[in-house]
């Protein structure tokens, strides 16, 4: 996340809850993870896994405009259940070039990561398989395609894919 006002990339963790506001109004709290944390960034990638309760945040833009390739995973991510915590994979199989400004979803199903395009027109796809960190060692695979800078995704799980919203 990045301060609202000096453009200066954080590491802290918030959670909405009663996001949609059908349960109550919505509110921030913030989370004080165990472990270490990953280095402070923007314009990275975060999605949930719902069935674990995992954050999975991948790559971003650190301090110095430099581009970030890790991935890290927040166990406990909705601040329920015990005590949050920050691991860091090390994942198998060829890693990503440091891309912020990509796109990510993730296909609970097959817990997989797929992420696509990104900083400087990234012409790729990578997918991470074991991605929460629970059901295996985690590994990047690639396939190259036509990509776009700083673009937006939704994934649509039944079909295993990945579509660019229409604009206005």
């Given at each position: 996340?990045?301060?609202?006002?000096?453009?200066?990339?954080?590491?802290d963790?918030?959670?909405?809850?009663?996001?949609?506001?059908?349960?109550?109004?919505?509110?921030?709290?913030?989370?004080?993870?165990?472990?270490?944390?990953?280095?402070p960034?923007g314009?990275?990638?975060?999605?949930?896994?719902?069935t674990?309760?995992?954050?999975?945040?991948?790559?971003?833009e650190?301090?110095?405009?430099?581009?970030?390739?890790?991935?890290?995973?927040?166990?406990?991510?909705?601040?329920?259940?015990?005590?949050?915590?920050?691991?860091?994979?090390?994942?198998?199989?060829?890693?990503?070039?440091?891309?912020d400004?990509?796109?990510?979803?993730?296909?609970?199903?097959?817990?997989?990561?797929?992420?696509?395009?990104?900083?400087?027109?990234?012409?790729?796809?990578?997918?991470?398989?074991?991605?929460?960190?629970?059901?295996?060692?985690?590994?990047?695979?690639?396939?190259?395609?036509?990509?776009?800078?700083?673009?937006?995704?939704?994934?649509?799980?039944?079909?295993?894919?990945?579509?660019?919203?229409?604009?206005?």
């Amino acid at each position: 996340m990045r301060g609202p006002l000096c453009d200066i990339p954080l590491n802290d963790t918030w959670v909405l809850s009663n996001a949609n506001g059908l349960g109550g109004t919505p509110a921030w709290t913030e989370l004080s993870p165990t472990g270490s944390l990953p280095s402070p960034r923007g314009y990275h990638n975060a999605v949930y896994d719902a069935t674990s309760n995992r954050m999975i945040v991948y790559s971003g833009e650190g301090a110095g405009n430099s581009s970030l390739s890790d991935i890290w995973v927040l166990s406990n991510a909705n601040g329920l259940g015990g005590t949050p915590a920050w691991t860091q994979l090390s994942p198998t199989g060829n890693t990503p070039d440091a891309q912020d400004q990509s796109a990510a979803v993730y296909d609970p199903t097959t817990n997989t990561l797929i992420v696509f395009g990104g900083g400087n027109y990234v012409n790729s796809v990578w997918t991470l398989s074991n991605a929460n960190g629970l059901t295996g060692t985690p590994a990047w695979r690639t396939s190259s395609l036509m990509g776009w800078w700083g673009h937006r995704r939704v994934v649509t799980p039944r079909k295993r894919s990945m579509t660019r919203p229409a604009t206005a």
